[in-house]
């Protein structure tokens, strides 16, 4: 029978998840992210080129693996184009990231309930599930890679080759860094427990590495090479480029798909601070408490709570070094804080622990409300699409939006002094600011009738030449 403290969690549990999935098709996709990815399902769905995303028709995307835009073009499949469509599939990929974790936490004696709860209710994991991005794809490939090499050392050859499934996943969700990830994990974690020597003997003859690289082989390694042969120079630019300068070069400026991010070096320890809140205060907290413990119990489980600690930091240490960086790259540690914080809640802690977790859906009813009231606008040339024709022509000055791309179905193309030969096309429909229109009607001796003024300093006008 449940108790009121553990029936309260199961419903901050389920009411996070489902005002999760209800909101995915309560708000625009936005400007760049959330549009640009989104579009570039939409492109893979009506070209039929499952191979190679598009940045735009016609251009490749190198920037990142397949897998999120083969789930959001999955999606599309399912649902149609929408918003829901795109969303969904990341939202699932959060839930599995929840089950996997929770199957691993019974296994080992660990509160999966406690555990599910505090990755649910993670800021960062309630936003990014159900977020048309790279990184739940690559939360899940981590956590199945973790939990896969940690039950292999501990005796199970079969968890390992999960383990190597894990990074083939991730080698399709975000390339190499997968990899790196994990050796900022493992690697730390095993010189601690075993030291060097011992640690490296250890490793071989415990992790099945041949089979591993078999694994990898078959699921990851054909897609890079069909990848390159298709648009040769992708793997000098991905693997160069987005896993070398990127990280290492602030405000890199090899990007050929938008400005790299300048932050302060040491940034990402901040950006994990209010990302993982309200976890990331109490965890610290739970790890003092717990001092006053019994020792035994203090003792339970050290092994799996150092593997977990490295595991939770290696994004923070991997991106130390980093200007170039954004807060949802600290989601792949997320499912160990979860783990981590289910091992120190003990009973008396549970209390606060769910009134703390109950944040976490009166902020998303709260910022749904608050992007429902004109913020989307903003952000989106969604209610812009609405006003157009699509079957006329459809042109920005100067620079297209992908939210403005989406929600035209790819109709929208882009005026400039390269292609004025768009004036032979009179009347035009054309979204600009009003600076760029009042320079653009004298220069072109154009009249423009404004259809619909935005927020977000674009407008709409249908423009004719001037009699």
Same mark, same amino acid.
């Given at each position: 029978m449940m108790t009121k403290?553990?029936?309260?969690?199961? =419903?901050?549990?389920?009411?996070?998840?489902?005002?999760?999935?209800?909101?995915?098709?309560?708000?625009?996709?936005?400007?760049?992210?959330?549009?640009?990815?989104?579009?570039?399902?939409?492109?893979?769905?009506?070209?039929?080129?499952?191979?190679?995303?598009?940045?735009?028709?016609?251009?490749? =995307?190198?920037? &990142?693996?397949?897998?999120?835009?083969?789930?959001?073009?999955?999606?599309?499949?399912?649902?149609?184009?929408?918003?829901?469509?795109?969303?969904?599939?990341?939202?699932?990929?959060?839930?599995?990231?929840?089950?996997?974790?929770?199957?691993?936490?019974?296994?080992?004696?660990?509160?999966?309930?406690?555990?599910?709860?505090?990755?649910?209710?993670s800021a960062v994991?309630?936003?990014?599930?159900?977020?048309?991005?790279?990184?739940?794809?690559?939360?899940?490939?981590?956590?199945?890679?973790?939990?896969?090499?940690?039950?292999c050392w501990h005796g199970s050859t079969k968890a390992g080759l999960l383990g190597f499934f894990g990074i083939a996943l991730g080698l399709l969700a975000k390339g190499p860094l997968i990899i790196v990830l994990i050796g900022l994990s493992l690697v730390p974690w095993i010189i601690l427990n075993y030291g060097v020597k011992n640690g490296i003997a250890l490793f071989i003859k415990r992790v099945p590495i041949l089979k591993g690289i078999v694994i990898i082989s078959v699921i990851a390694l054909p897609w890079y090479l069909m990848a390159e042969n298709a648009t040769p120079g992708f793997l000098n630019y991905f693997i160069v480029g987005e896993h070398f300068q990127r990280f290492m070069v602030s405000g890199w400026e090899g990007d050929l798909y938008g400005k790299a991010h300048n932050e302060v070096k040491g940034m990402i320890w901040l950006f994990w601070i209010y990302a993982a809140a309200p976890w990331s205060i109490i965890?610290?907290?739970?790890?003092?408490?717990?001092?006053?413990?019994?020792?035994?119990?203090? &003792?339970?489980?050290?092994?799996?709570?150092?593997?977990?600690?490295?595991?939770?930091?290696?994004?923070?240490?991997?991106?130390?070094?980093?200007?170039?960086?954004l807060p949802a790259y600290v989601l792949p540690g997320i499912p160990a804080l979860g783990l981590l914080v289910s091992l120190l809640t003990f009973k008396k802690f549970i209390k606060w622990v769910s009134i703390s977790a109950s944040l976490i859906p009166i902020l998303l009813i709260a910022a749904l409300i608050f992007i429902q009231f004109g913020k989307t606008e903003q952000k989106s040339d969604k209610d812009m699409m609405k006003h157009v024709n699509l079957n006329n022509p459809?042109?920005?000055?100067? &620079?297209?939006?992908?939210?403005?791309?989406?929600?035209?179905?790819? &109709?929208?193309?882009? =005026?400039?002094?390269?292609?004025?030969?768009?004036?032979?096309?009179?009347?035009?429909?054309?979204?600009?600011?009003?600076?760029?229109?009042?320079?653009?009607?004298?220069?072109?001796?154009?009249?423009?009738?404004?259809?619909f003024s935005s927020k977000n300093k674009r407008s709409l006008y249908h423009c004719r030449t001037a009699s």
């Open positions: 403290q553990v029936k309260t969690i199961w =419903f901050i549990l389920i009411a996070t998840a489902l005002i999760r999935l209800i909101t995915l098709a309560l708000y625009p996709l936005m400007d760049t992210t959330e549009a640009r990815y989104g579009e570039m399902a939409r492109i893979m769905v009506e070209t039929g080129n499952w191979l190679t995303p598009q940045f735009d028709y016609g251009v490749p =995307f190198w920037g &990142k693996p397949p897998l999120f835009t083969w789930m959001s073009s999955l999606g599309i499949e399912v649902f149609g184009l929408n918003e829901f469509a795109v969303r969904f599939p990341h939202w699932l990929a959060g839930v599995a990231v929840i089950l996997v974790v929770a199957r691993f936490a019974n296994k080992h004696n660990v509160n999966a309930l406690i555990a599910s709860l505090v990755i649910a209710t994991f309630s936003i990014s599930a159900g977020a048309v991005m790279t990184d739940m794809a690559l939360t899940l490939s981590m956590a199945i890679a973790m939990i896969g090499f940690y039950q965890l610290p907290i739970l790890a003092w408490r717990s001092r006053k413990e019994k020792q035994d119990t203090i &003792k339970r489980n050290s092994d799996l709570k150092s593997y977990l600690f490295f595991w939770m930091i290696s994004p923070m240490i991997l991106f130390t070094l980093s200007g170039n960086i459809i042109y920005y000055l100067n &620079k297209k939006s992908f939210s403005g791309q989406f929600y035209s179905q790819g &109709k929208v193309k882009v =005026f400039n002094k390269i292609n004025e030969e768009v004036l032979k096309e009179m009347p035009i429909q054309l979204i600009a600011t009003d600076k760029e229109i009042a320079q653009f009607k004298e220069d072109k001796n154009i009249s423009c009738n404004l259809v």
